[in-house]
């Protein structure tokens, strides 16, 4: 089974970066597998932050992150980065990797992800 881990989090300051990594260390699909990042801040629910096709070529973000965040995928295919640029304190949450079989439109609006990493705590100082 796919088994996700993440990597990456810390405290840094409003306005700096963090590069967060997620790693699939079980079995590796053949294809057709998109990974994709959550977030749950305190007091909130998990909420949607970009997600990125088997090909690395099409990639998808929240409004609240387009233009700060870059979602990547290594070349292996079993590993998904998050670039995360001009941090604010409002990005403070756990940060969790998903991974699922499928397109990712479809995945991100079921919600209906295989796999889930056990999160990375994500803070920004103001």
């Known amino acids: 089974q796919v088994q996700l881990v993440e990597s990456g989090g810390g405290l840094v300051q409003a306005g700096g970066s963090l590069r967060l990594s997620c790693v699939n260390s079980g079995r590796r699909p053949s294809s057709n597998y998109a990974m994709g990042w959550y977030r749950q801040a305190p007091g909130k629910g998990r909420e949607f932050v970009a997600a990125?096709?088997?090909?690395?070529?099409?990639?998808y973000y929240a409004d609240s992150v387009k233009g700060r965040f870059t979602i990547s995928r290594g070349s292996a295919k079993n590993t998904a980065y998050l670039q995360m640029n001009n941090l604010r304190p409002e990005d403070t949450a756990i940060y969790y990797c998903?991974?699922?079989?499928?397109?990712?439109?479809?995945?991100?609006?079921?919600?209906?992800?295989?796999?889930w990493g056990q999160g990375t705590q994500v803070t920004v100082s103001s």
């Open positions: 998903a991974a699922a079989q499928g397109d990712p439109v479809a995945v991100i609006t079921s919600m209906q992800w295989d796999a």
């Open positions: 990125v096709s088997w090909s690395g070529g099409s990639t």
